[in-house]
């Protein structure tokens, strides 16, 4: 998964900016930080091989939330249309990876729809509204 994260710092820093929620678009709320380290990591997608690859080149939408714990969210007002699936992780340490140690995940990851990490397009597919989106640690 490592290196499917890689490289995205850059995308993610120009539209990393929270906004309030607004009536249209698509409203994301990630439940479940931990802390206040780092950022929440987001990457909306609208087709299912880039999703399914995270290629976050191909993502529609991407944020980086200032974590706090507890619930972070953020406001897609441009997201009007879908079906969308979301991926999120939180970056603790600050570099723009999701880390883990061989099989264990060292920070907390989540996916919209049937609230797995390892969802498919499919299973994780949303259209726009309000999101609740569950963080997963295995810490």
Known sequence: MKTRLAGFAATVAATAIATPALAEG???TVDGVRNADGNVVVMVFDHPEAYEYLEWRYAVQLAEIPARPGQVT????DLTE???AIFVFH???????LNYD?????????????QTFDATFAEAAVGPGTVMVPLYYDE
């Open 74 to 77: 953020h406001h897609f007002p």
């Open 102 to 114: 061989n099989d264990r995940l060292l920070e907390g990851v989540g996916a919209s729809g049937e």
């Open 82 to 84: 879908g079906p969308y």
């Open 26 to 28: 698509l409203t994301l």
């Open 91 to 97: 970056d603790e340490n600050g570099d723009r990876d």
